[in-house]
């Protein structure tokens, strides 16, 4: 009757797995497939849409004239064609990115205010993952197309490609170190080689995600930050250009493949 | 509506686009420099870990340029010089293999979240097999099960583990493996204590 | 925004079938804080499911029941236009409740 | 069966009498209230006889779809359909969990006796299922592993 029996499963030293690898990866594959069939993601899009509603800010406005590509408030496919270059930031934007500019600049809310909690907890998600959850949510079925023909779309694509690659921090990793290899795993996660199109689209067509393993709803930016965490990097800036670059070389690399997300993942 | 969402178009859209994508890049010195100057004005320091960190050495350089394959010349030259830097202690490699089995297990440290001061973990079984008693390792690395076993655990195997696990980078330059010690992630009685759950006979690896 | 509550329903024939979403921590009294102090237990203790005002089913759940829970249900004898009402009851004496019509 | 029922009727008075007084609930929302010693209880064995439910006949009438190897006890769905005629209700327990029992679901009239439900296991267990039919209860169970995945300790 120890505390450690209850939740933080996560924790318990490893319960070894007596099936075969196979049977055991068919078996992880259909507990997957069940968490996402019963996933509470829906509950997040529903506050992200009031959010999205919200009158906020010094001018009082909600995000709904807020143009994510498609025009102002058209958010049917919003999702799948970011990121891409914006004339107007003259900057090429993120889902999370493009939400932060409309912020200050159409609601006239600080870059301070505005990012103060970028990433939630279990208790309460933050804005920006409300927001990423309805948007996103939107995109269900429309493939993943984000922008590749301008210019700084293509260097954003090449800095990202780039920087996946670069081996530096306290470790001399690069994001490769570990998504390098084929049919690599860190402890018992399976590690996708990001950089292939095969690997990178069923990641792309799920984030931003719901993580049942500590409760919390993710979007790339966190997916990012935390890469960066465990390689024993300083922090990104969020919402910065090589931040978003890397969500631009992801996203690109898995191209093509119907968004079917917010995902629900262990 | 700039752009409509019509499947087909877009997915053709990408395409047209041509990214090389699926391919690593090579990377050039005018890459690095440029890398460097963005993760500079992107990054900031966060508790413990500091922006000199994003400061890269001869190693690290070597590495970039060369896709992980430098030189023959280049890597040994490099090697030595990491060796020659690692500062062995006169004796008593063996510490506690409890200990380094603890160790071993740990997967914290280094990471802005965590304590200044505070002890971390070697992140082994992030990468290695190596005690048959866990079952959740990595394969980033090779297995090291039965380690001491087949490789013996005289003074010069003792040697080799402290000092690959101090700085990997000298017996190979582009390993995957970080600097446990070089870098500061584990101390001089720490990585004894992994020597030890390596080597030691009683250890769980070498059952 | 009060915790929010989602009820999804389809009609097969004369069955619905129900999915309900609860925004609710279901903290079971071991787990601790950042700080390192125990959370309080707190979760929810009774679900009912009720058709046309009617009572269908009536689930009592421990803390056992994962946070932010998700419950099918299937309702027999249901037909378009009918009204599901399903709320909650938990151990804070906190309620909540939410309807839907089916279609 | 008597005692546990008379300990609950009085359990549920006391609790609708200070919910009525508090204004909380309409006088129709009442029933029967949270077991709370069959909750309570922290042996598989303590939670049967609390639920009078020591001895049950196994069935193949009752179909539990869980996974085999759950990679998170935070999260694991537990599908359970019954079919014996008359199913009143069906009981889930976690047999290694703190506390097995984790949720029982009446069926009144019009129910279908089918329930998905996400629970929470702390170690690998058998997932226990009892139906409710015709006075009697029935049992299945369905082994759930737990493991764990994920890094940077």
Known sequence: MSFARWIPAGLLAGACLAATAQDARKEIEKYQQMIADSSPVELFELEGEALWKKRQGAKNVSLEGCDLGLGAGALKGAYAQLPRYFSDADRVMDLETRLLHCMTTLQGRSREEATKRVFGNEDRLSEMEYLSAYIAAQSRGVPMAPGTSHPREKAAFELGRKTYFYRGGAWDFSCASCHGEAGKRIRMQELPQLFKPEYARPVVATWPAYRVSNSQFKTMQWRINNCFQQMRYPEPGYASDITVALAMFLTATGAGEPYRGPGTKR | MRRLAIPGAVVLLAACASLPVGEPPALSEQDLIEIHAVLKRDFHTRGIATMARLEPDAVQRACNLHHDHPPAELAKTLEAAQLKAIPFPAAGLMGDWRNGQKLAQSGIGMQWSDKPGSASGGSCYNCHELSPQEQSFGTLGPSLRGFGKTRGSGAEMQRYVFGKIYNAKAYNLCSQMPRMGHSGTLTEQQIKDLVAYLLEPGSPVNQ | MADPMKIRAGLKGDVADVRVLMNHPMETGQRKDSSGNLIPVHFIQEITVKLNGKSVIEAQVSQAVSRNPVFSFRVKGAKAGDRLEISWLDNKGDRNSTETALA | ?153
């Open chain 4, 1 to 153: 069966m008597q005692i546990g029922r008379r300990k609950n009727l009085k359990r549920a008075g006391a609790t609708v009498a200070a919910a009525l007084a508090a204004g909380l609930v309409r006088p129709r929302d009442v029933r029967a209230a949270w077991n709370k010693d069959a909750f309570g209880q922290k042996t598989l064995a303590d939670a049967l006889k609390s639920l009078n439910a020591a001895t049950a006949a196994d069935s193949k009438d009752i179909l539990i779809d869980a996974p085999q190897i759950a990679e998170n006890g935070a999260v694991v769905p537990v599908e359970i359909t019954s079919n014996l005629p008359a199913t009143k209700s069906i009981v889930v327990l976690i047999e290694k969990n703190p506390f097995p029992l984790a949720a029982k679901f009446d069926f009144l009239e019009g129910a279908v006796p089918f329930v998905k439900v996400n629970v929470k296991v702390g170690e690998s267990s058998n997932v226990r299922v009892l139906a409710e039919a015709g006075g009697k209860y029935y049992v299945a169970l369905k082994e759930v592993k737990v493991t764990i995945g994920g890094c940077g300790g």
